[in-house]
Structures are given as structure tokens and as C-alpha cells.
């Protein structure tokens, strides 16, 4: 009876809670205080934000709203290409140091270089004067000092040691664009010019050839190539050393946002000890502000340090509520080198140190302060694209500034009984506790509203994140004031969303892939866009594992698996199938790839009748659904059919272990549909699923699985070596889940870091893509498409032009072929979007124009 009851009851007690949440989260009526409905764009999430600092961050929830904060120097577009964000200009240089060629002068090799480089060149200099040439006893293999003879019937062989020289290649600085004037190939270019080998003196195979005939008949050619060899060896013999910079001009004018702030702008000081800022001291005057500085103690000797206040010149104030903003300091190369340094800094923390430590120097100039120059110690070229992550402000992240909080949060050095001249604040105020995380300092087009008066965090955990329009922003600021995003309870979040964004109370709402068909039958009431995002499915193999070290194998299992099966049923055809390891919205991405498949069985057609195929070799753009096939491969791999259960040589049953995390959804679907696949094909598969944590740190990362489900999402660039380098198994530190080792992969992803013309990356890549999706070491599944659906009153504000050297904005569909046929996240978009009070009326041409 109870069940019966139950039946009805639960239902019913959902359907009320949904409700509820109707009255909890605004509506289109229910919005008075911030000017009006059409006056911001509603969104929602799943989780709290919890650490503003986007490189300590590592939650989803954080960076949903600190992308509307910050921005760095170069940014991707729409496309997912590179161009300049903050900087103005971009220029990536090379800094060459060589060997002058052998038998040139300095002037030669110079007048060369400017005939071959052109305006590119932009100085030349020598590096090294040459040494005298190493002396060499061809019979004994020892080198004698100068002026030292060889016994009578030895002959001496001199191996130059030839002068070096440093020039840059540059390109012109280009407003808006990223330049450069990489040359990998430098080597390779030198000698075609020559005609001839630049530095035979540097190859035993040559310097062979200068030994006289009689000392080559004594003691043949390989006894002296391996003489030669070893004193070669001996000697600095690298013809060429590659420094890329990276050189930026930030655009002047841009501040740092400070705030919000309570007390009155008189009474807020901007404070700076010795020079550097070191946060804000509230006081009535400028005199009171210097002495509760110096009470700080931020220095040995706070009686002797110099101190500077000062009031903010702008604010920006939100009416009668009285808090504000301040126009902070000017963003400058000082933010950037802060930033990159802190990043390649253990003690800083951050999750993301990986892809900075490459960074040999950041360069700043006195004479300007808005020049940036990265150095590389050698060709690199995803650089720019570690480079697109955002700034940190330096007049809250220096040292001193670091320092001060420690000291006002009882962690400073007195705290911890250390002198000034040995505390290190980055160990006793970690950076993920700093206020920082809760109270940042923002340049992006958006700032956080306090919705807890003077207390941190500035959102209301649990209920909604408010943003508003940076007023001092330096680019294009939203038509809307106001983004707010409500938070919802994860266990119910996608449901409460729906119901909310059904009845007005939210702009922007995310469908599951069985809502995605009712939501675009309604073309009315909704706005409908669909994006392949950079966003992958996969079931990895774990290669290392005895059974499944073959490819064969991994083969086998792949084509028991129905992946239009799971497409159709799982995620409701809102999925694009793969074949081999890259986001398809990428160029990497090889969408030529064919299979090379040689048949091991006969098929049959949608019949039924047998189509003979077994020994021909096909090229197919998916491994299809076959379980005869699967078998016959399996076959060849030793193993048996026994009573429905596939036996191997040894005598053991093929296992697998298969393990997934808690949660449900579309993955532990994917991952039944497989077990059900194997299982029919013969395949024991003992089936597990961890909490998130413990699913990862102590299977994932430790390979203890043979096969698990998950997902690939994030990284635009052309450096695969995380996820398939074999340095890079997870018991290395690395994301090569699949324990994936192929000599031939990791040669080829070494190879495209030196490669920086595009054509060039896209066709390496293709190579890349090919070589590992012919090991199937994952079960490629698909691309899930991510789509948006947004009220028809959200219009697209597209600039058409100027007038008055202002820019001009029309009304557009926000599902225009510009931003449907666009690769970046719709969140690219949001900027340029408004509220209108009345559902426009759009003709076909409005879509296009």
C-alpha cells in the first residue's frame, strides 16, 4: 500500500518544490530594484562561487563568473583564434645565437642575413669570440695543448672553434593583429643560402674528410669517425640556440577597478610603504592615514620607511546605497610580469604552473612601462596560447601588499617570529585563503555587486551572484547593467532552472538533450543555439594492462560497442560521433580521417544475406557495430568462444574492470550500454562506481582500472602531450589516462612545439590525430552539442558602423548566422546582448545581415 501511496505522493512533493521555486527567484514582475527587467540578463548555476582568483580556482562555479572580471593580453575570438586582447600589439621575435659559419667574417655572414631577412633583422652583434682550435692526436685520441708536437707518423687534426654571434628577427608591430617573425628552420635556411654545410667542422663525417690519405689507409675510416665522434662530443658543437619573445604594448588608459568600498571615498587611502602598494588604510586624513601605515610594522624599521597615501581621483557610485568603486592604477607590464613569475612560483599554488614553467625571463623597461617581453629558452609554439589566461592586479598581489593582509590577519613576521628579510607571506597566508578569492580587483567588463552589505563574499551563497557594468571598462560595455546569476540546488538545478526560465524568470537556460526537440518546436517563445564545443566522450583503455597491451583487442572491444545506440538513446541525437582524439569544432581535429580496416570475417547486409568481405582491406569514417567481427578479431588474439564466455590462451576469461564515478547522467548510461555490449560479446566486466574524489585520485590517476568512462573539455591548443605523451602516464603527473605509449605519437608531438606556421600545425596535428586514433586506445564516442535557449525578447546588438567616430548598434536575432556559425562558448556573446520589452519580428534577411 505504502508503495502505491508513494507512487503518487513523491511526484507530487516535487512538483510543489519546483513551484516554490517560481516565488524564490525573480520574474519578470518581481524586479524593482535595480531600474528594470530590461535593464540586465538573468542566468543561473549550479554551485557557489568560491575563489575569484582564476589561478587558484579550480570550480566550474568560479570561473562562470570571474570571466566577466578579468581579461589578459591576447584573447581568442569567436573562431577560437588568437588576437590581441589587452595588448595593442603582439610580436613574437627570435633571438638567434649561432656559430658564424665556418670560413666567414662577421661582416659576411651579416650582409648575408640582411639580403636573406630584410627588415626583419633588426640587430646583429657578436656573442662570443672564437677560441684557438682544439688540437687533436688522430692516433691517440687525446687533444695537446698548443705549441705540443705529436710523435713522428701522427697526424694532428685542428677542429675549429669558431666566433659566435646574436642578431633578432622582428617583425613590424601591426595594430590589432599578432605578428611574428619565427624562423624554426633558421639551419636549414643558412645552408640553402650557402649552398653548402655552414658548420662541417661540427660533423665527424666531415671532418674525416680533411685527414690526410695515408693516416685514413693506417686507421681506416671508422676508427677515426669514432675519434672524431668522441671529441666532438667534448665540445659545444649546437650550431643554433632559439629564444623566442613574445613581445606586448598594452594599451594605455585601462585601470584596475577597486572595490566596492563603504566608507566615504575622503576616507578610503590607497597606501604604498617604500614604494609598493600595500593595500588601503581608512582614516580622516592623510596624516592619520600614514600613521596607521607605519603602525602596521611592514618594515624592520617602520620609523625609517618612506610612506605615500592617497584618496582615489574617480569612483563610481550605486545611488543611495552609498558603496562604490574606485578607479584604481593603470594596467601595465608590471601586472603581467607579477602574474607569469607568480605562476612559475611553487609557492604561489597554482594548479596551472605546468604550462609557465617554459618561461625563462619577463622583461619591463623603465622608459616604458606598458612593454612586455616573454623570453622562451627555446622554440615553444603554444606559448600565446598559455599566454590568453588573465592578469592579476600587482597593487594587490605584490609582496608588500601580501605581506600587509598576513600582518592584519595575525600572519605576519612577528606573528610567526621571523625577520622581515627571511618571511616569505606566500607561505603563511597561502594564496587560495587571501581575500583576494572573495573581494577581487577586476578590469573586465563587469564588476561584483555586495549583496551581503560589508561582508565577504560579495554574493549571497546559495541564492544569486549579481554583477554590474564596469563603468571604467576601456572596450565596448554592455547596453545592460546588471548579470545576475541565481544558484540553485545541484540536485535539482537543470529542473528548478526550467521551471523558472519558463515563466520569465531567466534569459538564458540550458537544455537536457531530451528537451532540446520541444524547445525548438517552439520558434515563437525561444531562441534555439547550437554549439559544438570543445568537448569530448571516451571510454579509455588502460594500455598498460596485459589484456589489453594488443590494439587488436582494444580493436575488438571498440566495434562491440554501439555508438549510435548510445547517440540515439542517451543523448537524443544531440551529439556529433568521433573517431579519433580531438574536439571536432577545432582545425586539429582530422575530419578526413578514414579507418584502414582489413576484414577477418564475413558480413551481412540489412537483409540478412551474407556479403562476403572477409581479407579485403576498406577505409571506413567509423568502426561500425559488428560482433561478429569483434570476435573474429579476438580470435586472431588467441582468444575463444567457450560456452559464451571468451577464453585466452591461458586459460583465464577476457575481464575487464570497469569503473565510473557516482552521479548518474548521460556517462554512467554510456558506460551501462558498454557493459551490456561486452558482456554480450563474451567479456566478463566487473562494473564499479567511486564518489568523484576517490574515483579519480585512487583509480584514474593511479591506472587502477582497465577501462573507465569520462570526458575531455577545455585546451584550444595544438599540444597534445598531456593527455597522449608516454612521459605523461597520471603516475608521472600527467593526463595520459590511457597509459598510451607510441615512439612514433611522442616524436611527432615534440616535433609541432618548434612549428609555428599554421598551415603547418594543422597538418602535423592531422598526423598526430591519425597515429593515435589507429592504437584505439579510447573508445571514441561523440562531440556533445551544447545548446542554449534563450526568450525571443534577447536580441543580438550588432555594431553596423560609426557616426561621429561613435560606433552604431542594430537590433539582431541572437541566433544570426554570425553567431550560430561562430566556435566560441555563447558566453563570448553575452556582452552584446539586451533584453527588449516586446518580441521583435525578424524577416529571413535579418538572420544574415
Not at 677560441?131 to 692516433?139: A, G, Q
Not at 554574493?459 to 544558484?487: A, H, I, M, T
Not at 543555439?529 to 582494444?554: G, H, T
Request: aromatic share 12%; charged share 30%; glycine share 6%.
Amino acid at each position: 500500500m505504502w508503495i502505491k501511496r508513494s507512487l503518487v505522493i513523491v511526484p507530487v512533493a516535487l512538483l510543489l518544490f519546483l513551484a516554490q521555486s517560481v516565488f524564490w527567484v525573480p520574474d519578470q514582475a518581481s524586479v524593482s530594484d535595480n531600474n528594470s527587467r530590461l535593464n540586465r540578463l538573468m542566468l543561473y548555476m549550479g554551485a557557489n562561487p568560491e575563489d575569484m582568483n582564476p589561478w587558484t580556482s579550480t570550480k566550474t562555479s568560479d570561473s562562470t563568473i570571474s570571466q566577466y572580471l578579468y581579461e589578459g593580453l591576447v584573447k581568442t575570438n569567436h573562431l577560437y583564434e588568437l588576437e590581441p586582447g589587452l595588448a595593442e600589439t603582439v610580436l613574437v621575435k627570435h633571438d638567434i645565437t649561432c656559430y658564424l659559419p665556418e670560413g666567414m667574417s662577421e661582416a659576411e655572414f651579416e650582409g648575408r642575413l640582411r639580403k636573406l631577412m630584410g627588415a626583419r633583422l633588426k640587430s646583429f652583434a657578436k656573442a662570443a669570440d672564437a677560441k684557438s682550435p682544439v688540437r687533436l692526436n688522430l692516433t691517440t685520441g687525446k687533444t695537446l695543448a698548443a705549441g705540443e708536437s705529436a710523435p713522428e707518423g701522427q697526424e694532428i687534426l685542428e677542429i675549429p672553434q669558431l666566433a659566435k654571434v646574436r642578431f633578432m628577427l622582428a617583425p613590424e608591430p601591426v595594430k590589432g593583429q599578432i605578428t611574428q617573425a619565427i624562423e624554426p628552420e633558421f639551419e636549414a635556411l643558412i645552408e640553402k643560402d650557402l649552398d653548402r654545410k655552414p658548420w662541417p667542422c661540427f660533423e665527424a663525417a666531415e671532418l674525416l674528410k680533411r685527414v690526410s690519405k695515408a693516416t685514413r689507409d693506417t686507421l681506416t675510416d671508422g676508427t677515426l669517425t669514432k675519434t672524431l665522434g668522441e671529441a666532438l662530443a667534448k665540445l659545444d658543437t649546437t650550431p643554433t640556440s632559439h629564444s623566442p619573445v613574445i613581445e606586448f604594448h598594452i594599451r594605455k588608459g585601462i585601470p584596475w577597478v577597486d572595490g566596492p568600498f563603504f566608507e566615504k571615498r575622503e576616507r578610503v587611502w590607497q597606501a604604498k610603504c617604500n614604494g609598493e602598494p600595500c593595500g588601503w588604510v581608512y582614516a580622516d586624513s592623510s596624516q592619520e592615514a600614514i600613521t596607521r601605515l607605519k603602525a602596521k610594522g611592514l618594515v624592520e624599521k617602520p620609523e625609517e620607511a618612506a610612506y605615500e597615501v592617497s584618496n582615489y581621483a574617480e569612483k563610481d557610485t550605486f545611488g543611495e546605497k552609498g558603496y562604490w568603486w574606485g578607479k584604481g592604477p593603470e594596467c601595465t607590464a608590471r601586472d603581467a610580469k607579477l602574474t607569469f613569475e607568480f605562476l612559475k612560483n611553487p609557492d604561489f599554488k597554482s594548479p596551472r604552473m605546468s604550462s609557465y614553467v617554459s618561461i625563462n625571463e619577463v622583461r619591463v623597461f623603465k622608459d616604458d612601462p606598458h612593454k612586455l617581453e616573454v623570453v622562451y629558452g627555446e622554440l615553444y609554439s603554444p606559448a600565446l596560447y598559455d599566454l590568453t589566461g588573465q592578469l592579476l592586479p600587482y597593487h594587490r598581489w605584490n609582496l608588500m601588499a601580501w605581506k600587509e593582509e598576513a600582518v592584519r590577519r595575525g600572519k605576519g613576521p612577528t606573528d610567526v617570529g621571523l625577520n622581515h628579510d627571511v618571511y616569505n607571506p606566500m607561505k603563511y597566508l597561502v594564496s587560495r585563503e587571501r581575500e583576494y578569492r572573495a573581494w577581487p580587483s577586476m578590469n573586465g567588463f563587469m564588476v561584483i555587486e555586495p549583496l551581503n552589505g560589508d561582508a565577504l563574499p560579495l554574493w549571497q551563497n546559495g541564492s544569486r551572484c549579481r554583477l554590474r557594468r564596469n563603468e571604467f571598462y576601456w572596450d565596448r560595455k554592455p547596453e545592460y547593467q546588471f548579470l545576475d546569476y541565481y544558484v540553485f540546488d545541484p540536485n535539482m538545478g537543470r529542473e528548478t532552472a526550467e521551471v523558472v526560465f519558463n515563466t520569465g524568470g531567466l534569459d538564458v537556460y540550458s537544455p537536457r538533450e531530451f528537451q532540446v526537440e520541444r524547445y525548438e518546436a517552439k520558434t515563437k517563445e525561444y531562441s534555439v543555439i547550437k554549439r559544438m564545443p570543445n568537448q569530448y566522450e571516451y571510454l579509455a583503455f588502460n594500455c598498460s594492462k596485459p589484456q589489453l597491451s594488443d590494439k587488436r583487442v582494444r580493436l575488438a572491444l571498440s566495434m562491440a560497442i554501439d555508438v549510435d545506440q548510445i547517440l540515439k538513446y542517451v543523448v537524443y541525437n544531440q551529439g556529433v560521433r568521433i573517431n579519433g582524439p580531438a574536439y571536432p569544432v577545432l582545425p586539429w581535429y582530422d575530419q578526413n580521417h578514414m579507418i584502414e580496416h582489413t576484414w577477418r570475417s564475413d558480413g551481412t547486409d540489412a537483409q540478412g544475406r551474407k556479403v562476403e568481405r572477409k581479407g579485403k582491406t576498406e577505409k571506413i569514417k567509423y568502426l561500425p557495430f559488428d560482433v561478429t567481427e569483434a570476435k573474429a578479431i579476438l580470435k586472431e588474439c588467441g582468444y575463444e568462444d567457450v560456452n559464451g564466455k571468451l577464453i585466452g590462451k591461458d586459460g583465464k576469461p577476457l575481464r575487464l574492470e570497469f569503473i565510473n564515478s557516482t552521479g548518474g547522467g548521460v556517462r554512467k548510461n554510456n558506460a551501462l550500454l558498454a557493459k551490456q555490449n561486452w558482456e554480450k560479446l563474451g567479456v566478463e566486466v566487473d562494473y564499479k562506481e567511486y564518489e568523484w574524489n576517490v574515483f579519480i585520485q585512487q583509480y584514474v590517476m593511479a591506472l587502477k582500472f582497465d577501462v573507465c568512462v569520462l570526458g575531455w573539455s577545455g585546451g584550444i591548443d595544438h599540444d597534445s602531450r598531456q593527455l597522449w605523451h608516454s612521459t605523461c602516464w597520471p603516475t608521472a603527473g600527467g593526463l595520459n589516462l590511457a597509459a598510451y605509449a607510441n615512439p612514433e605519437a611522442d616524436q611527432l608531438m615534440d616535433a609541432i612545439l618548434k612549428v609555428y606556421d599554421r598551415e603547418k600545425q594543422v597538418e602535423m596535428s592531422h598526423r598526430i590525430f591519425r597515429t593515435i586514433a589507429a592504437d584505439f586506445p579510447y573508445v571514441f564516442l561523440y562531440s556533445p552539442l551544447g545548446t542554449s535557449v534563450m526568450d525571443s525578447r534577447i536580441v543580438w546588438r550588432k555594431k553596423v558602423g560609426e557616426k561621429d567616430g561613435k560606433p552604431v548598434y542594430e537590433n539582431r536575432p541572437v541566433n544570426h548566422d554570425f553567431i550560430r556559425n561562430a566556435r566560441a562558448n555563447m558566453v563570448y556573446f553575452f556582452g552584446e546582448l539586451k533584453r527588449v520589452e516586446e518580441v521583435p519580428q525578424w524577416s529571413e534577411q535579418d538572420y544574415k545581415r
